[in-house]
């Protein structure tokens, strides 16, 4: 990690309308710049009272009300001088029949926001209920952290599945992705690394030892190769190097290896540049065992299900046991594995 991510910065801040913001990582927190609501507003159609004008009010004990009752609808600010919301049944017949109390069916001022009030923490990634928030402040435009990555198919066969499957992980996390396509010579390879303004390259395929395999020799001649072949399975051919001052990562291509080494090393160098905060494992419980080589970090595919995790397979699974993955556990090289009903560190897809 050291070596791919050691000298990365997050990207510079940019101000983008709030209709964009959606998917980025903030980058700073975000207060409310007013309360909402700005005044007491009715949470109920229904007629708005002052509520000690209608104590003890019943059928049986009715009050009249001079002048009546103005109608409010769900969502409107109260009249001046009420400050309670009758329900449309506690009027008949010109009275009042029910008694309510101060601030029923009545949201007060800064009841959902307060002024200033932080709805969004810096480095965290603006998700659906963020947007709900952020919209009822009517925040114009906010400022994001959006690094772009630019996403290399190196001889790519047909279909490509690895490098649409990458692309949707870094946007996923916050990110924007290109996807470009080279040929497997050296040249090319180096020329597309090189090539573009991205903030940081992942290169797909071409990472092993292959006749055709030209990945690692390209990094090298674009910029700097620091590390081929990492103890991690599967993706044991990715490489980390840098190249026109920017991060480059190069992962296997088979799905499930790119899956295994993007997680490992792909997903950290995104949120450092995103300044992300830290993602954090959740601890679930196996419902089978795992078993692992010493001496390898094992990256192990799982499916959550309602009584458990249940582990898929790591290097070799096949692509339809591989779309049943909901996260991953990752066993440390000194470990064998977990025993069936062992909790182990789950991450999120």
Known sequence: MVLLCGEVAPV???????????????????????????????????????AAAVGGASTYAPIFLVPPPPWVEAGEPLPRGSNAVLPPEGWENGTVVMDVAAREGVSGAGDDIARDETLIEAGSRIGPLHMLALEAAELASVDVRRPRLRIIAAGAPIPDTASPMIARLVVHRGGEAEVVRARSEVSDIAQAIRDGSADAVILIGGSGVGRSDHSAAALAAAGELRAHGIAIRPGETAAVGTAAGRPVLLLPGRPEAALAAFMALGRPLVARLAGMQDERPRRQVLVRKVVSLIGLTEIVFVRIRSDGVEPLGGAGLPLRRLAQADGIIVVEPESEGFSAGEEAEVWSL
Do not use: Y
């Not at 700073?28 to 507003?41: D, E, F, L, M």
């Open 12 to 50: 510079s801040p940019t101000t983008v309308p709030l209709a964009a913001a959606f998917g980025c990582v903030a980058a700073g927190a975000i207060a409310a710049p007013n309360a909402k609501p700005a005044s007491p507003t009715a949470m109920r159609d229904g007629f708005a009272v002052e």
